[in-house]
């Protein structure tokens, strides 16, 4: 290679990559600044805690706050302890070679890759058309169709199984990051396989599985493609109180607001705000969890 | 030592005197020393709490795989009445009745009822006729009077944007990793990390807001084109969330590449920037194709950034700057108002199955594509 | 050998990880109430003798044992034996110290309670003569609450110790239990085995030569996986039967 090209290369080369590295700092700056001055102004208090009025052109976006919240705790319940579970028993009780271990270690990859419309679909046709219309069956003939249909039920467990290849990894995680020489020290000691994980390894393995919650309950709170279909709603009458109640959720507001609202232009504050709180929310859940990693890694650094 | 008598949860307290392994029940004698085999202290005992939670544990955990057979079995049952429909000679007759007879308003009532019937019983027939013909044909119009289920314009769509998406985001995305693994300083590093961990966490609503207001304004101004939102904003807006997939994989392909052949080469006087450029970004080049292949993947998926920013209209044609539909976008803007079982529905659940094939296809490649090219080229070490 | 006094048998015990074949043929008798050392160098398969006798080598995955071990004449291998049980005859120390992140008390106090103990008197008497049988006692007695982690390392391996006494075992297993300790620690340890080993069968694995001359009665010395030579510890030393166990203690070779 000639002297010439030679530098050219070896100049261009490291400006360019360390633009693009650039770029994608400043592109992150640069949404976050969007939201912020586009919603800080209408980001108030009565903002947070009062419905929409005047046919949500005005007031606030509370009812999208609790039915958010609603969804990721139903979500947690579900999810958590069987991606807990299942993160056990991939640690603690499956050989590295054994059929269903492998099984499962792919079904979970699998699952990772899905889409998250593909859910929504799995959520309509399985949930509700299957589960739901079966429910409905059983329980009045057919005749009065309240399961079969979106719910925040259904919308919940959609997303519970989107999220539980987030909770199975971050568990095994944690599992495999407490030292074998503790399990070796109870096993030892005459304890049998599960009172050495009740005893010795899950407690010191639970930083690590609210990490795993917390980032199920970020991915949760931000996916709106398996709910399009599945329990959201753009606007109720009042805050769900059953399950089989619809809800109102952030993600879904934002979207309908900015898209399909009768007056878009007039709505925008709202429509920043209320993505401004959709971001801080996920900001800080995204946050907290690395710095519970972040703390794992130091403590258990002997 | 014989003072520690502990009762255990499982045990009965019988004394055993025989030598006969009694299997049936399990018998525990009090432990002493005196080396005798009259006492079973060492017998196997059936410990049911035991048992049973290794068995629950075990089935819990079967759930994620059923849950995945499951998802396969269910997205394509919604989607199979659309092979069990009439062939498609029915279709292309039903297509030719011409619409003359439908707006002849003067003719007498009983003519307009049989004609409104033959119009009725040619929709039907249509309806029926969503079979392989009709899906990939030219024109996606389900909410019509003759509704047209032609697919083309859809995944025309979904490839236009993913592969805006994906010529845009890879070479940033490739090019910042190997800005982090080579060339920049710490501090450099200390800011990228997080912002790559921010911007993967920034939800796909957010984006496609923040590309619906003023992302497209800005490419509109910058590039000039006539409909503010099309493939290419659409593209661009999809890169954000494909770059964090790209950069995170490539990074650590790279840092996989075993120091003793970054040392080899400088070792030979190659500089630090030809060692990056020439020996480490070839050595991690199947790990940085499987991030690409994923991040094809999520683009190909990818539902909220698309129904924001890309204008929603099924147009065919090969225009970066016209608007597009993609094919999840169809799905999630269109099942919201479907019934239940009719052929739009299950037209629907059939592009989603394909999107799920997809996917599932691209991420098994790119799996099979890490695992087995990367242990073979180190092989050797 | 004359089994009546032996607890430890072990006959043709052989083992191997997948196609490496890591214990080749052993056949030994461990004395009641006498303290057993097992010597050799790196990678022998003393260790992984140790462990066998607890079967602690079941945990690692493709492991495969042959031959029998026999504890009070009763083989620990058979399909109907209860492994926890063996476990709680035959303690465990490890070579870096390994106490639970809880209390010393907890820690103590984790054996009898898995054993079903739960009443406070009880368990507190139990603490208390384990600390003291590991000479622990009058160090820690005044704050039990502290945690295990803030002891020092001699301190923190004489904890592990009271912990295995608390369970009440008949053999203790030492796996190098003082070779991440000073000098002075060590000594502690190598006193404390010479007061257990009246109530205790021990069996020690060191890497150290002069510790299992000053501490062991009995002296096993390993070689690439097989028993070389097996004797009295004084006769191991100063006249030795195998050319290989010569040249190894007067440290020809390492």
Not at chain 2, 59 to 86: M, Y
Not at chain 2, 145 to 152: H, N, Q
Request: aromatic share 10%; net charge neutral.
């Amino acid at each position: 290679m000639r002297k010439f090209e030679r530098t050219l290369l070896g100049l261009s080369i490291p400006l360019f990559s360390g633009l693009c590295a650039f770029f994608i700092v400043v592109i992150v700056l640069i949404v976050m600044g969007e939201t912020i001055i586009g919603g800080w102004s209408t980001l108030t208090w009565e903002f947070l805690s009062t419905g929409p009025k005047q046919g949500m052109t005005e007031g606030g976006i509370y009812p999208a706050i609790i039915g958010t919240f609603l969804l990721v705790v139903i979500m947690s319940l579900a999810g958590v302890p069987i991606g807990t579970i299942t993160a056990i028993y991939l640690s603690e009780y499956a050989s590295q070679k054994s059929i269903l271990a492998r099984m499962i270690r792919f079904a979970v990859n699998t699952l990772a890759g899905v889409p998250a419309i593909v859910f929504g679909l799995f959520g309509l046709g399985f949930f509700i058309q299957f589960v739901g219309t079966g429910v409905d069956t059983i329980l009045s003939g057919g005749a009065e169709l309240k399961w079969g249909q979106p719910n925040i039920l259904w919308a919940s467990l959609t997303m519970a199984l989107l999220t539980l290849p987030v909770v199975i990894v971050s568990v095994e995680e944690a599992l495999k990051a407490v030292p074998r020489e503790l399990r070796e020290a109870s096993l030892a000691l005459g304890a049998t396989k599960w009172e050495t994980i009740r005893k010795v390894v899950l407690p010191n393995s639970m930083t690590g599985i609210l990490t795993g919650g917390i980032l199920a309950v970020s991915r949760g709170a931000g996916e709106v493609a398996p709910i399009l279909f599945t329990g959201a709603a753009y606007f109720l009458p009042h805050l769900p109180k059953a399950l089989s109640d619809q809800f109102m959720e952030l993600g879904y507001h934002i979207y309908i607001m900015s898209t399909q609202s009768p007056d878009v232009e007039a709505t925008r504050g709202i429509q920043y705000a209320t993505t401004l709180v959709l971001l801080v929310l996920t900001f800080a859940l995204n946050f907290s969890a690395m710095f519970l990693r972040y703390k794992i890694r130091t403590r258990t650094a002997r | 030592m014989q003072d520690l008598q502990a009762p255990k949860k499982t045990e009965t307290t019988l004394q055993s005197i025989s030598t006969t392994s009694n299997t049936t029940t399990p018998l525990v004698g009090r432990r002493n020393n005196d080396g005798n085999s009259t006492n079973l202290w060492w017998k196997k005992r059936f410990r049911l709490g035991e048992f049973l939670i290794e068995k629950a544990i075990t089935a819990i955990s079967f759930l994620s795989f059923a849950f995945i057979a499951l998802i396969f079995v269910f997205v394509f049952r919604e989607a199979l009445p659309i092979f069990s429909v009439s062939p498609a000679k029915t279709t292309v007759e039903a297509k030719q009745v011409p619409q003359e007879t439908y707006g002849d308003e003067s003719s007498a009532s009983e003519l307009q009822q049989q004609v409104d019937e033959r119009k009725r019983s040619v929709e039907n027939l249509e309806e029926e006729g969503a079979t392989a013909t009709n899906l990939v044909s030219k024109t996606w119009q389900p909410v019509s009077s003759k509704p047209k289920y032609g697919m083309l314009p859809l995944v025309v769509g979904s490839l236009k944007v993913t592969a805006v998406a994906v010529l845009f985001s890879a070479p940033i995305a490739i090019l910042a990793a190997l800005f982090t693994a080579a060339f920049a300083p710490r501090w450099a590093k200390e800011l990228l990390k997080p912002a790559i961990e921010v911007l993967a966490g920034i939800p796909s609503v957010v984006i496609g807001f923040f590309a619906l207001i003023a992302m497209a304004t800005f490419l509109q101004k910058t590039f000039g084109f006539e409909y503010r939102l099309n493939a290419f904003v659409g593209g661009i807006a999809l890169s954000l969330a494909v770059i964090p997939i790209i950069y995170t994989i490539t990074e650590d392909s790279l840092s996989r590449v075993p120091k003793v052949m970054t040392e080899a080469s400088l070792a030979l006087g190659a500089s630090k920037w030809q060692t990056a450029s020439f020996v480490v970004l070839p050595a991690a080049s199947p790990g940085i194709f499987a991030g690409i292949l994923l991040g094809i993947g999520r683009a190909f998926g990818e539902t909220m950034i698309v129904l924001m920013a890309t204008g929603n209209a099924s147009i065919l044609s090969g225009d970066l700057f016209q608007p597009v539909r993609t094919m999840s976008a169809t799905i999630g803007a269109e099942m919201g108002e479907v019934v239940f079982g009719d052929t739009h529905y299950t037209v629907l659940f059939f592009i989603g199955a394909v999107l799920f094939l997809f996917t599932f296809c691209l991420n098994a490649i790119a799996e099979v594509f890490i695992r087995q090219r990367l242990m073979k080229r180190f092989e050797g070490q | 050998m004359n089994q009546d006094n032996h607890k430890i048998t072990t006959r043709n015990l052989s083992l191997s990880y997948g196609p490496k074949l890591a214990l080749k043929d052993i056949s030994v008798g461990i004395r009641t109430n006498y303290v057993t050392a097992l010597i050799g160098p790196s990678g022998c398969g003393k260790s992984t003798f140790l462990r066998s006798l607890n079967r602690m080598n079941d945990l690692i995955d493709g492991v495969q044992t042959s031959g029998e071990v026999l504890v009070d004449n009763v083989d620990v291998y058979r399909n109907d034996v209860d492994v926890v049980e063996v476990r709680k005859k035959i303690g465990m120390i490890f070579q870096r110290s390994n106490p639970f992140p809880k209390s010393i008390y907890d820690n103590i106090a984790y054996g009898p309670r898995i054993n079903g103990i739960h009443e406070k008197k009880k368990l507190d008497q139990i603490v208390e003569r384990s600390l003291k049988q590991a000479a622990l006692w009058d160090e820690v007695k005044d704050d039990l609450k502290k945690s295990g982690l803030a002891l020092s390392g001699g301190q923190q391996q004489r904890l592990c110790i009271g912990r295995a006494l608390a369970v009440d075992p008949e053999v203790i297993l030492m796996d190098e239990p003082a070779s991440a300790l000073d000098p002075i620690a060590t000594a502690k340890i190598e006193e404390l085995i010479f007061e257990l080993k009246e109530k205790y069968t021990i069996v020690i694995v060191t890497h150290n030569m002069q510790q299992a001359a000053r501490v062991s009665d009995y002296t096993g010395f390993f070689y690439m996986g097989k028993l070389i030579e097996f004797d009295e510890t004084k006769k191991m030393f100063t006249s030795p039967k195998e050319k290989q166990t010569e040249d190894y203690v007067t440290g020809r070779f390492g």
